[in-house]
């Protein structure tokens, strides 16, 4: 049994190696093919977690636009499934690069294993191309992996049979809990604040002083809604000049523009130079030390998807800086609050967390309804039993 793993983006790195681990664990064989649509931030989850790919694309260039990137992650691929003809396509989550995985494999006849399957907005365009990415994805795949029960509901509304679903749990948390796990010891955790202190110049280790972790870089929310964002940042930090804000800044041309114009303490590049001293820019972080940045937290303000699914595990409260969001369960669980991209409201919001001890304790209380740990386990294992059965397309 062959399994062709297909990724190229950050966070499709983190939410399927611990599937790959769990396929070469049970023997299989795994063939793993990155299109690195992202090359830096990509290579620094592979490296991290120690993947080395038997196929890389290596497609990245600057200011890339959905096109190109669906164009060269076709052509691509045509070669490589031809050559390995795997019994199975495995695709995570809603990128260009899985949307166009899963058409290529299906030209081929392939079949395909959806992870992260039936998440919805319900709005064509927001999140953009995602909402529908994943939708297309829905529509072509064979096996469709729910992280949660409302997933699922989603993916039986659209017609997709019981049969082909199964409800996991998400696999972001199976790495998360690991990387926690990993960076228990008084030793490490004295390695990662020095890590911060010597590269960063932040010191962590002090628990009275509040912190917000922020990261954006949402298609939709480019231009004004992004400047609206980091102009309610800068507020928040001239209000509140005992919090830091600390910003590992997304490689993405379109998010740095605005975010070191507005937030940045070059002063060559600052549109009124006088960006805040309690804001910190930083660049994008390796997982290890972005989660203990998250843990080191007392709030995050992200457009991020799976920064909604790992904060409940670390009991951090969210606001969504967008006018959407597919994870449902987390506002449900009053763990996530979406404030949209206005600048008063993200500024009031994130005022109100700060000041009000009372709604902090309410949000950040919550149990994770996105997975316990297990959900690359329960994927392999479905997976096993539905090949080994000679059930190769369920349809
Ligand atoms: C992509 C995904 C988005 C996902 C996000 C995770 C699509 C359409 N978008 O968005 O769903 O949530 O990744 O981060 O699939 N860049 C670099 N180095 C990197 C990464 C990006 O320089 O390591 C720059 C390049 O100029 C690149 C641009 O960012 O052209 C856009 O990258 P791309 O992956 O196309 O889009 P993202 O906005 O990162
Ligand atoms: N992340 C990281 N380093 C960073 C910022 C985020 O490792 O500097 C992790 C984060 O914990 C989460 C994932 O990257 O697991 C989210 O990636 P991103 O926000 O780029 O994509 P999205 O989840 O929105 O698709």
């Not at 399994?3 to 793993?32: D, N, Y």
């Not at 595990?313 to 763990?335: C, D, Q, W």
């Not at 479905?382 to 397309?393: E, H």
Request: aromatic share 8%.
């Amino acid at each position: 049994m062959k399994f062709m793993i297909i990724f190229g983006t950050r966070p499709e790195a983190i939410k399927i190696i611990p599937v790959i681990r769990k396929l070469k664990e049970s023997g299989f064989q795994v063939v793993i093919c990155v299109t690195a649509q992202q090359r830096e931030m990509l290579d620094q989850s592979l490296d991290f977690f120690g993947i080395i790919p038997d196929y890389d694309l290596n497609i990245m260039v600057d200011c890339q636009d959905l096109f190109y990137v669906t164009i060269k992650v076709l052509e691509g691929l045509k070669k490589i499934l031809q050559k390995e003809k795997p019994d199975i396509v495995l695709v995570q989550g809603d990128t260009s690069t899985a949307f166009t995985a899963s058409l290529a494999a299906f030209y081929l006849q392939i079949s395909i294993g959806h992870i992260e399957a039936g998440l919805r907005t319900h709005n064509k365009y927001n999140p953009f191309p995602e909402e529908k990415n994943r939708h297309l994805i829905g529509v072509l795949a064979d096996y469709h992996f729910a992280p949660t029960e409302l997933a699922r509901d989603n993916l039986t509304k659209e017609g997709i049979p019981e049969s082909q679903i199964w409800v996991t749990g998400n696999t972001v948390i199976d790495t998360l809990l690991e990387v926690i796990n990993r960076q228990s010891s008084v030793v490490k955790q004295e390695e990662l604040g020095r890590y911060f202190k010597e590269r960063w110049k932040l010191v962590l280790t002090d628990d009275n002083q509040k912190r917000i972790l922020v990261t954006g870089h949402r298609r939709e929310s480019f231009g004004e809604d992004f400047r609206n964002i980091c102009m309610a940042l800068k507020e928040i930090a001239e209000k509140n000049p005992d919090v830091t804000i600390i910003y590992p800044v997304h490689l993405n041309p379109n998010v740095r523009k605005p975010v070191y114009e507005i937030l940045g303490s070059d002063p060559v590049n600052q549109i009124d130079g006088t960006a805040p001293k309690n804001i910190f820019l930083l660049e994008p972080l390796e997982y290890e030390y972005f989660v203990y940045l998250m843990s080191k937290s007392y709030i995050i303000m992200t457009d991020s998807g799976g920064i909604q699914e790992e904060a409940p595990s670390l009991h951090k409260p969210v606001l969504v800086m967008r006018n959407t969001t597919e994870r449902y369960e987390g506002i449900e669980a009053n763990t996530l609050r979406l404030v949209g991209t206005k600048k008063d409201v993200i500024s009031r919001e994130a005022q109100q967390l700060l000041d009000s001890k009372d709604t902090y304790d309410k949000m950040s209380r919550s149990i994770n309804p996105y997975g316990d740990g297990k959900a690359a386990g329960r994927i392999v294992d479905i997976l096993t039993k539905n090949l080994m059965s000679g059930d190769r397309s369920k349809r």
